[in-house]
């Protein structure tokens, strides 16, 4: 026994450590269980304020030698400064409102914690001298792309947003870029497209219409069903991140994704199908106010500067991520009762989870 704990001791002396904010929610966790997995000299702090999308069941089974949660807000300067080792090897920010459609209800939470949440790690990160700051940011912020084109967004296209929940990323972006031209902070920024996999929150597209199939309710379209989403599987865009981290060029921005993009219906249709539901459940409903028509990457800078392919194809990505939520009920369950049937209510104008 005492032999083991010396070596525990010892391995977390020689561990570097790295702040995870954001990581109870649905890509966070997905990153920690990756770095956990597949790297032996990192240890993560995961810093995280539990706001309705995290969920510290998400955290299940981690290994907690190497993983310390701290619950804590990103816009409280203190809590950051006091949780923040000095001298880390990075900052990665997850942390985030997430979900267009809440952007659109109300914006202020989106300002508070995506812009100021931002710079306030970016000043943690020159007070505490940590080596990488590392903004998890989006292919939203570069708008939306004309349907039936070859277009792409490149890390050159120009940053023009169109929704709140968008524009507060892009102002995020743009305070990490004055990081590293006025203060030289060491910054990576990844812009992903959408990504889908285990433990994504059920107000999103794809488990949004896996958990109202798997319980014979209605899954609601936005408008015609026919914008187009670049899907990547989350532990491709873990994967991604980590290879930016190690590799990347600082100040530099790098765009994820999968080449796999897909319009709306035909994703919904190949949940049901997958489901053995049918598709009168399908039910067209107004569409979002400013609905982005078409988002696409162009991978070419991950794939030949850090050497990153997905590794998932989106068949067997959505086999997986239908299996969990079916193997999971109880999560989905728990999520869908009280605040979350009120915000369903409210934005879709149907109940849910009432059984
Ligand atoms: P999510 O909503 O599932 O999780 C967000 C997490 O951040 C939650 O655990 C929440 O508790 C935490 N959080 C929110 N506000 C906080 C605050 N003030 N302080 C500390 N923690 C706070 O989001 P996600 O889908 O995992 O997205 C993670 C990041 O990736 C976000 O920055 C998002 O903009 C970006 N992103 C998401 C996608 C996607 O398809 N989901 C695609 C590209 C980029
Ligand atoms: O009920 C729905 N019906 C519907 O038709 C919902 C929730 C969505 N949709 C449509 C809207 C979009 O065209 O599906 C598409 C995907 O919607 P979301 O899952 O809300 O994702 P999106 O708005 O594309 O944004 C996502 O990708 C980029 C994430 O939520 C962001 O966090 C990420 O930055």
Redesign the pocket.
């Known amino acids: 026994m005492k032999k083991q704990l010396s070596t525990i001791n010892y391995q977390l002396s020689t561990m570097r450590t790295i702040f995870v ?8 966790s997905a990153f920690i269980r990756l770095i956990l997995e597949e790297t032996s000299d990192f240890k993560i702090i995961n ?5 309705y ?3 510290l069941e998400n955290l299940n089974g981690l290994d907690e030698t190497r993983h310390k949660f701290i619950k ?4 409280d300067k203190e809590a950051v400064l006091q949780s923040l080792p000095e001298n880390s090897e990075a900052i990665f ?7 267009v459609d809440r952007s659109i209800a109300s914006a202020s939470e989106f300002v ?2 995506n812009v100021l ?1 931002t710079q306030i790690l970016l000043d943690a990160a020159r007070a505490k001298n940590i080596r990488r700051f590392v903004q ?4 939203e912020t570069q708008g939306s792309l004309p349907e039936d084109s070859n277009s792409y967004f490149t890390e050159n296209s120009p940053i023009q947003p169109n929704s709140p929940y968008a524009a507060s ?1 892009a102002a995020a972006e743009h305070f990490v870029r004055a990081a590293h031209e006025t203060f030289d902070v060491d910054t990576i920024t990844t812009r ?4 889908y996999g285990q433990r ?2 059920p107000e ?1 597209l794809i488990p949004l219409m896996i958990a109202n199939a798997m319980n014979d309710e209605p899954v609601p379209v936005y408008g015609d069903g026919r914008n187009v989403r670049d899907w990547i599987f989350v532990e491709d865009h873990a994967r991604a991140i980590w290879l930016a981290y190690l590799k990347g060029k600082a100040g530099s921005s790098y765009n994820i994704g999968a080449r796999n993009e897909r319009q709306n219906i035909e994703v919904v249709k190949s949940i049901l199908d997958a489901l053995g539901k049918p598709h009168s459940l399908i039910k067209f409903v107004t569409d979002r106010l400013g609905h982005d028509r078409r988002y696409a990457i162009d991978a070419r800078k991950v794939e030949t500067e850090l050497g990153w392919k997905p590794i998932t194809t989106w068949e067997d990505g959505l086999q997986k991520t239908i299996r969990w939520y079916r193997e999971n009920q109880d999560w989905v369950n728990q999520i869908r009762s009280g605040a979350y049937r009120d915000y369903y209510k409210n934005h879709y104008g149907m109940e849910v989870g009432a059984k």
């Not at 920010?93 to 979900?99: L, V």
């Not at 992903?192 to 990504?195: A, L």
Request: hydrophobic content about 35%.
């Open positions: 904010t954001g990581g109870a929610g649905f890509i966070g810093f995280d304020a539990l706001t999308a995290g969920n804590g807000d990103i816009c920010n997850f942390a985030a409102e997430s979900h508070l914690t949440g998890i940011s989006t292919d990323k992903c497209g959408n990504n994504q929150f999103k």
